[in-house]
């Protein structure tokens, strides 16, 4: 039900009429009315113009859908944005203040939308993955990103050149609407964002909007930026680049774009932790050596760093100052080889893994003869337990067979819990069998 019929008794239609039949009393009452068509008086004045005004404005609000339907719902007062100059009456106050505080009736009919103070956009983030080579030297970056900005052909209205966003009839300019949730064995009135206008209080319409963005009121715009990495940096740090980010038509400024670093998988360097955050990282690698390096030194070139230096590291002979056997799982360290980071660098920590000789050594080494020559120097063989000491204790002592590990086990044998094998017959439905007794 229409709250008042005032603008449709001034175009002489009903509330319901469609809006070809509105059309058509409009160029009726305005070609009555028309200033030119209107003779002076008898004192000669100019002829009152305000019948055709009054019918350009009750045409001008019913033939826009949605203010028309805020016409009917709310009266003229809605349909001009406000309370039309003359305020609330005592009654429509209280009304009002109930309806706020206690949730019984809908907000104040407003179609004003609220106003928001603008803030910069929220920054936008990235992962930056880096070698561990631009992080140890340092690098000037350029990368392609894809950003939100206001829309340059409606400037962030959403609506083509000389139109505009209109007040929202759902949420009647406030942004939210009002639903009921239940909390307990209770209802309560809540606010929500206002699902037509996404909060904003205001519509283009479908005729009005900017064929630019489709009233998104942005667009997608690609940009090349141009960044320095610092050298040493960490994994997880992040380079911020003022005004990069995305745009909001609502915010006072477009946001700041945040790159956090990622290292990139190196074949030779791992990247270890660092202890503060302006504190260096250290590196680690790994240094393969031969059985003979491990056990009597070496004097070589062990690497190539991140920079292209090539470090030459030495390890004393036996009886010789420092000397030590390495093995595999020792670490050692190379000082202020590791990362750089505000004037001081971390350490280089190498981790020692010995190459036993293969087999083509030893077969060699067995055809000229080698052999006892080499067992003569190597340490002493493991001391065998006496096969008869074990039978005095009760023990029982088996040969067995040193095999090459098997990866497919389809045709192993299935096994009981003592260990034996059991005969392919004996495996039944899935499971091991029991002979019948």
Same mark, same amino acid.
């Given at each position: 039900m229409v709250q008042e019929t005032k603008l449709y008794d001034v175009l002489g239609v009903s509330p319901d009429c469609t809006a070809a039949e509105l059309k058509k009393a409009y160029r009726s009452k305005s070609l009555q009315f028309h200033p030119d068509r209107q003779a002076p008086s008898s004192s000669g004045e100019a002829p009152d113009h305000s019948k055709f005004q009054e019918i350009q404005n009750a045409y001008e609000t019913l033939s826009d859908p949605e203010r028309r339907d805020e016409y009917d719902h709310f009266g003229e007062k809605g349909a001009r944005g406000g309370m039309g100059g003359g305020?609330?009456?005592?009654?429509?106050?209280?009304?009002?203040?109930?309806?706020?505080?206690?949730? #019984?009736?809908?907000?104040? #009919? #407003?179609s004003r939308p609220?106003?928001?103070?603008k803030t910069q956009t929220p920054p936008s983030t990235i992962d930056l993955h880096l070698t561990l080579e631009e992080l140890y030297c340092g690098c000037t970056k350029t990368i392609a990103i894809e950003r939100i900005r206001t829309c340059s052909g409606c400037k962030g209205t959403g609506a083509k050149p000389g139109k505009q966003a209109k007040p929202c009839v759902k949420c009647s300019g406030q942004g939210q609407t009002f639903a009921m949730r239940t909390m307990g064995s209770y209802m309560v009135r809540q606010p929500v964002m206002c699902s037509a206008c996404e909060g904003r209080g205001l519509r283009v319409r479908d005729q009005d909007q900017c064929k630019k963005c489709k009233a998104s009121r942005t667009q997608k715009e690609k940009k090349k930026v141009e960044f320095v990495v610092e050298r040493g940096m960490h994994a997880g740090?992040?380079?911020? =680049?003022?005004?990069?980010?995305?745009?909001s038509p609502d915010s006072s400024a477009p946001g700041d774009l945040h790159l956090t670093i990622l290292p990139l998988p190196h074949p030779t360097f791992t990247l270890l932790p660092s202890l503060g955050s302006s504190r260096p990282s250290s590196l680690e690698t790994t240094l393969s050596l031969t059985l003979s390096e491990s056990l009597l030194g070496f004097s070589r070139l062990i690497l190539l760093h991140l920079d292209g230096r090539a470090l030459r590291a030495s390890s004393p002979s036996p009886g010789q100052l420092g000397w030590r056997v390495l093995k595999t799982?020792?670490?050692?360290?190379? #000082?202020?080889?590791g990362m750089w980071r505000k004037g001081s660098t971390g350490d280089l920590i190498v981790k020692i893994e010995v190459e036993m000789p293969g087999e083509e050594w030893a077969m060699g080494l067995a055809e000229r003869g080698g052999t006892d020559t080499l067992r003569g120097l190597l340490p002493p063989r493991r001391e065998d337990l006496s096969k008869q000491e =074990?039978?005095?204790e009760g023990r029982d002592v088996e040969e067995v067979e040193l095999e090459e590990r098997r990866e497919n086990h389809e045709d192993q044998s299935w096994y009981h819990g003592n260990g034996r094998a059991t005969?392919?017959?004996d495996y039944e439905g899935g499971q091991p069998g029991c002979a019948q007794q």
């Open positions: 305020g609330m009456d005592e009654d429509e106050f209280m009304n009002s203040f109930m309806d706020q505080m206690f949730g #019984s009736g809908p907000p104040p #009919s #407003s609220r106003q928001r103070r740090e992040v380079i911020v =680049l003022k005004g990069e980010g995305d745009e799982g020792d670490e050692v360290q190379i #000082s202020h080889e =074990l039978e005095k005969d392919e017959d």
